[in-house]
């Protein structure tokens, strides 16, 4: 069995370059569309040159459109939000962040003055990051500054964008491997972002595990972060060999994943497929923030791609269950 | 393990219908485009409705044109090219159809005239179906006929036709269940031709076994077709299961097939797409033969389509070599 997994791991390998394809211009519709048949990621250089965000989006523009309008924040001691953090008795919990709301130019301030101050005590981590189609809501003001929709992508799969995000904050934030049920057209604004992508078949070198939840919360008399366990939740399944510590937390299989690496910076347009992991770092521009923004398109359930992945992972769950049998004697009696 | 194959198949039949959809005309390039990306197959009636094949390919075109060109016909004593056949001894072997070469006029007057002797003894079946590109080769006269390429397939795949085939047979040969590395667009000239088909994910359903590989020839003495099994060739992966009794040579998942069933008419049009696992049985026509054409592109391997498919047969296959290993005693003490 463990030969099967390797076999299929090798198999995609030897049949699909370990790299991110670089298009001179946005695909056609069909273009895409064979990407997506592929679940296949590309990358187009400077394709959101022109939009009005990449031009126009500094510190002063974002503060003057939004002003003091609320926007929810995420907030973190190391910019780990839905990430594993070490409990006190070295058991490991998903903790999700401490979520508040704040006036927008005081939270831009605080990320423009935090970035600066990387690696000081004492400085919590605050990230926009709510995925929620919130640039179509809180951000609202700002969503004329982008396309209302990526042509491609929206006539390729027959629908519009699901959710339509804004992520903004500083570089300390670090988005974990994870993947999401989303074909993700990511588009960054500001900054930098770095991205480790492993493909769906992966899965058995992530090393998932199911881990309790928890959350950040202000300790009542310090204020400081402090986690939370959330006894009545459902365990979740969660990543714990990270890409970029490839000796630690591993499976019998993660030395055969093949991370792809790739950097957006301004403008420049990620689609990353369904189900790929992912684990984002970034770097900040000029003016000490990052931005992007990302469209979520439904992915298409049906076909063999969900049930082949779910496959994979049920082989690799049930293999994990199954009792070290004693090798049989073969004496001839048997 | 078991369940996890279970599991798959169920999977699968949760997020797709059974049954094969029909479309109200031929799709956009992106339309196909989209059932390729979903590996789903689908029929457009009458969509070949004005092309000259249908509407002028009778008997007496057909000779008029071809004349006394020589063609290739397989030659099997029950209509059985490329199937199983139980040897004397019980064993089984895949067995390949004698080849001749015929004058074409000769070759259909033999089809028109045999598909009326149904079970008569002593007459062989002839079936022209080469699936060598032979429209565009031994049929040359006739590719006029018929659309140079499928636009829509062309367009999407980005590449012509691998192969374009022409299939000429009575209602006795029957085509037994396997599966091409092509997307097939199959197109009913005369005649009916019935359809089952499975998904690539029902693999552990059909039974697949490696069998001798063997080739009718005609006895020396009596003219008669002997099988001749080959000792040099490779054993061959053959489906064992056949959907139409369903109750024999099962495997432990055959029961959880879903099979579809199709039958295509004059001008009706087919995408079969590539690894769905097909048997085909047919009818003739007014004038006692059965016409088709096909037209095969290359299927993409890259993704994770190929790696897919190759896991599930690779862990149906591990599964099946394991020993069956006693339960552990749990007496506390292991």
């Known amino acids: 069995m463990e030969d099967s997994i390797a076999n299929l791991i090798d198999t995609y390998h030897e049949l699909n370059a370990a790299v991110v394809e670089e298009l001179d211009e946005e695909p056609s519709p069909l273009g895409f569309m064979r990407y997506v048949a592929r679940n296949q990621p590309f990358v187009v250089r400077r394709a959101a040159k022109h939009w009005t965000a990449v031009r126009k989006w500094n510190a002063d523009y974002l503060s003057r459109t939004m002003e003091d309008e609320a926007v929810k924040v995420v907030v973190t001691p190391r910019g780990n939000a839905d990430a594993v953090v070490e409990q006190g008795d070295g058991s490991q919990a998903f903790v999700e962040p401490h979520e508040t709301f704040e006036p927008f130019k005081r939270f831009l301030e605080d990320v423009r003055s935090s970035s600066q101050m990387f690696g000081k005590a004492g400085s919590n981590v605050k990230y926009a990051q709510t995925q929620n189609d919130n640039l179509r809501n809180e951000y609202e003001t700002l969503y004329a500054g982008v396309p209302k929709d990526i ?3 929206r006539i390729a799969l027959g629908a519009g964008a699901d959710a339509i995000n804004l992520w903004l904050g500083d570089d300390r934030s670090v988005t974990s491997l994870h993947k999401d049920n989303y074909e993700n057209i990511y588009v960054q604004i500001r ?8 493909p769906p078949v992966e899965m058995p070198c992530i090393n998932e595990q199911l881990l309790p939840k928890g959350r950040y919360v202000p300790c009542e008399t310090t204020g400081d972060l402090e986690v939370q366990l959330d006894d009545e939740a ?3 399944p969660v990543a714990l060999w990270d890409p970029d510590m490839p000796d630690k937390l591993t499976t019998p299989y993660s030395y055969l994943a093949k991370p ?5 910076r301004e403008g420049d347009m990620l689609y990353l497929p ?8 970034q770097s900040v521009g000029d003016e000490g923030f990052v931005c992007a923004v990302n469209y979520w398109y439904d992915m298409d359930f049906s076909g063999h791609f969900w049930a082949s992945n779910n496959f994979v992972r049920d082989v690799v769950n049930s293999e994990k269950m199954k009792p070290a ?3 049989l004697e073969t004496d001839g009696q048997t």
């Open 151 to 153: 042509p491609f992508a």
């Open 191 to 198: 900054g930098q972002k770095h991205f480790v992508l492993l």
């Open 234 to 236: 459902e365990p979740v």
């Open 260 to 264: 792809l690496r790739v950097t957006l």
């Open 274 to 281: 369904s189900l790929w992991y992912h684990k984002v770092s």
């Open 325 to 327: 049998y004693p090798e």
